[in-house]
């Protein structure tokens, strides 16, 4: 088990030194260099100008050395100016302008993320900030959607080709056909638009006191979560992740239910539901567990774009706000935390698989 | 004259589809009388759910084949007086086109209806092209890793994982944007991405004839001229009559698109490669001393169609809702286009005052998903009854 541990974090590593680099490497292209350069010294400058800006703050060395320097294993590059005040990567990020003040290496590994342009504030304060907006989102995400997902996948499972089983099939196949940008939208006009819709009427009917039924744009739910700013967007991403986890459960639950052990309980006359809820369940709960854990990658997806939708300034709205805005080391930085968190949930979910499955013996 | 009221709307929409009414039952007809003898294809009509998934399909196919007779107004052109209107308005100056904006207008003034019928010809442009070179690229090195194993297993494994591992959202906001296009990243993409489908069908025709050298070499060299022509004009735009060619927007779009669905459909094919690589009838061809390619591609994939036809649909579905989400952030796409993902993100910021500008290509993107998906299951279904 420990070989097995080590040699995945061995492959986790390397799969995130590749991935940041690549990360690095089309972020820092030269186009958007230029870019960066003409919003950081005005638009107007000229082509010499731009790479006079680019040598004086160490834009020009080569691809490696830089990410070397980003991660913190390179010398940070210096830049002696003629009254003597020296300037550097360190000196910046420390904000000194004495020599010798500054470390010699700030990168990553020394806890330097670098500075946003975007909201002009250090990376890891914004980063940190908004990471637990979309920590509370994925939170309500996961709560709603699991059980749901079981339930629907079970009720299916247990009894293949049932009236149930096709109706709640097809609602699972309807759900992943459902991406999130349409039916974030869907339910906003239905039930957050003051025009059309469920609203108006509920308003006239004077059962609701604001124009409203649900909030369109989550942004208050930053400082107080309620049912009515919130429940639009978790429902939006847990809508489409909740088919394929439920179809997953389904196919699960159908081959434990075909099993002889499921055969024998039946013979010995034990109830139906007591077989489902002791003999079957927690056999058929093995595979939708590593679905689940994959699955948090792939709700990043739907948590960029319901955020987006629905203005909720989370990381998912700050990883757009910064590819919108050329904002280089912010979404250097986002997309580190991206990639580790998927790296994360594919080690569990391997590591999940082993511990509850008894048949698998890693050596 | 009056607004139409909601009967009227649905209709006039019901007339305006009548090529589209005409063509699915002409081809339900056809297709349910011959079903016996059409293999899989005509299994499907044994199952509810496939023809509903095939009749959704269709119904979008057939929508984009006729977009010109179906089409009330241009799908670019801006009328006055008709902002935001509302379903089934009157236009003010006609000028002898159609007299109302069936689904309404959207914030430009333009009209919806039209706009989403185009759209579905944006859309069915790109999906299936691109989940079929995702296939081939994914079959190209899913067989040989499944069937050879070792290093080569290794080293692919890695390298799809490695892409694998990358959030889809933040590919796409890294590989598609106006400056990436400028670099030579997205040339340097396609031209390995689209090479793979030339060396398939050589490979393939090659495996299979190369005891008969004059057909062989007529097979192969037709592949040949005709792969590099559409080659060169694809991923290069150098195609010397201009047939062939590619905005490098959309090559940018359809190069991420493909890569991000690549690796997927190799871990497919890998796992099915292992699981066939033991049965009996290719330890027969290995003693008969057929090659490793004439195993793999004429042996081991025609045994592996079912899942994969399976996963076709699914994967052109999820390519769509690909295409929808880079509409949606806006990437890649022109400004006026009409495909459904960029109409949604237009229609979002007037959205709880005007809905019916981001509803209609919303629901149109949902039916065309849901067709496909549906599709899927009655195959799987049909597939496994034997």
Known sequence: ?363 | MDPLSWLDILGRLFVQLLPVWVALVALFAVSITFKRRLGLYGKLFDSTVGMIGFALVMFWVFAALFANMILTHDPLAQFSGMRNAAPGLPLRDPAGGYDYFLLGGDALARDVFSRMVVGAREVLRIAPFAAMISFMIGISLGLPAGYIGGKLDTGLTFIANLVLAFPVILLFFLLVAPEIQDTPIPRAMAGILFLMPVLFFTVLLNARFFTQPPKRNLYVGAVLVIGLWAYSGLAFNADPLGIWGMSPNLLNVFVAVVFVNAPTVFRIVRGITLDIKTRDYVSAAQTRGEGPWYIMLWEILPNARGPLIVDFCLRIGYTTILLGTLGFFGLGVAPESPDWGSTINQGRRLLTVYPHAALAPAFALMSLVLGLNLLADGLREESLKD
């Open chain 1, 1 to 363: 088990m420990l070989f097995f541990l080590a040699r995945r974090i061995g492959v986790m590593l390397v799969t995130a030194f590749c991935l940041t680099f690549v990360v690095f490497y089309l972020t820092n292209i030269p186009a958007k260099l230029e870019t960066l350069a003409k919003t950081q010294a005005g638009s107007r400058i000229s082509d010499a100008e731009v790479a006079s800006w680019l040598d004086r703050n160490g834009y020009n060395q080569p691809m490696l050395v830089r990410y070397g320097e980003w991660l913190g294993v390179a010398r940070g590059w210096t830049h002696a100016a003629d009254d003597g005040a020296q300037s550097g990567r360190c000196y910046i990020l420390s904000g000194t302008t004495e020599p010798g003040a500054a470390p010699a290496r700030c990168g990553l590994i020394q806890g330097y993320w670098g500075n946003s342009t975007r909201f002009r504030a250090p990376v890891s304060e914004v980063i940190g900030a908004r990471l637990g907006a979309t920590g509370m989102l994925m939170l309500w995400v996961l709560i709603v959607m699991v059980p749901m997902a079981l339930v629907v996948g079970v009720l299916a499972g247990m009894r293949e080709g049932s009236r149930t089983d096709r109706t709640l099939s097809t609602f699972a196949i309807a759900s992943t056909a459902t991406p999130e940008y349409v039916s974030g939208v869907v339910f906003i006009a239905l039930l957050a638009s003051s025009t059309v819709g469920l609203s108006p009427l509920l308003v006239s009917w004077g059962w609701i006191e604001g124009p409203v039924l649900f909030q369109g744009n989550a942004r208050s739910a930053l400082d107080n979560i309620t049912f009515w700013n919130f429940a639009l967007p978790v429902m939006t991403v847990a809508l489409y992740g909740m088919g394929y986890v439920a179809r997953i459960t389904r196919a699960s639950m159908t081959e434990v239910m075909t099993q002889q052990y499921v055969r024998t309980a039946r013979l010995k006359g034990v109830s139906f539901p007591n077989i489902v809820l002791r003999h079957a369940l927690r056999n058929a709960l093995i595979a939708p567990f590593t679905v689940i854990m994959l699955q948090i990658p792939w709700l990043l997806n739907g948590v960029v774009i319901v955020e987006v939708l629905f203005s909720y300034p989370g990381f998912g709205w700050t990883l757009f706000e910064a590819a919108a805005n050329n904002d280089i080391e912010l979404l250097l930085a986002a997309s580190v935390v991206a990639v580790l968190v998927v790296l994360i949930t594919q080690l569990i979910s391997d590591i999940g698989y082993v511990y509850l499955n008894p048949r698998i013996r890693v050596t």
